[in-house]
């Protein structure tokens, strides 16, 4: 039987963040994308209406980058797949870094400027150095989720996770260099040696090397 491979890519991202990843004919690759948020919509709620169109049986495999690796997990919870890779994600809210602990104790998250997403087109106009136009550009590609309410019930969803424990059936893949997620502050990993928080799109032959073995 065929496996089924849904990834979900991290927060605001689009899905063709996974354009490089390309695995055997064994696998059917099905790309995710973020719903809109309904209201003040809880994690529960949102996931399950991702997972309707994932089937619930054992050849299924979740993989999810950053905030998509927290999704999947709550999806997994509703299908109970086969496998549950994340990838420069947290696998439980003892891994966010102190940094993100006082913003969710302070409430300090609600007030963060989350609208200046919009502005990229304009920021790009400007007399800008090479490397910020760049960065500029790969948000632009890469980034379609820039509506504030999206990007406010995102960030305090990260911010407020409630998952105290470990799955057994979870591989954390995890980048020494990643600047979001603090390698220092996860357990249990498998460590990319040089990797950042976008290892997924500068990295793609290491992950096309070894998740087909780490699937299996």
């Not at 064994?26 to 997972?51: M, N, Q």
């Not at 509703?78 to 549950?84: E, F, T, W």
Request: hydrophobic share 40%; aromatic share 10%.
């Amino acid at each position: 039987m065929e496996t089924q491979v849904f990834m979900m890519p991290g927060m605001a991202a689009n899905p063709t963040i996974f354009e490089h990843i390309k695995l055997p004919d064994e696998f059917k690759v099905h790309w995710l994308d973020w719903l809109d948020p309904l209201g003040d919509e809880s994690l529960e709620s949102y996931a399950k209406r991702l997972s309707e169109h994932i089937p619930k049986n054992d050849e299924v495999v979740l993989i999810g980058v950053s905030f998509g690796g927290i999704i999947v997990q709550e999806i997994h919870k509703l299908v109970n797949a086969k496998k549950v890779i994340i990838i420069s994600s947290v696998k439980h809210e003892n891994e966010l870094p102190p940094r993100m602990k006082i913003a969710r104790d302070t409430g300090v998250y609600k007030v963060l400027p989350t609208g200046v997403f919009n502005y990229l087109e304009q920021i790009d106009k400007l007399p800008l150095g090479d490397v910020v136009k760049k960065r500029i550009q790969l948000y632009k590609t890469y980034m379609s989720m820039s509506d504030k309410h999206y990007l406010d019930w995102a960030i305090k969803r990260i911010l407020n996770w409630e998952q105290t424990q470990d799955n057994t059936n979870f591989v954390h893949i995890h980048g020494d260099q990643d600047g979001v997620f603090p390698i220092k502050y996860i357990k249990g990993c498998v460590t990319i040696e040089g990797g950042t928080h976008l290892m997924i799109l500068n990295r793609f032959r290491w992950f096309n090397e070894h998740l087909p073995n780490l699937i299996n």
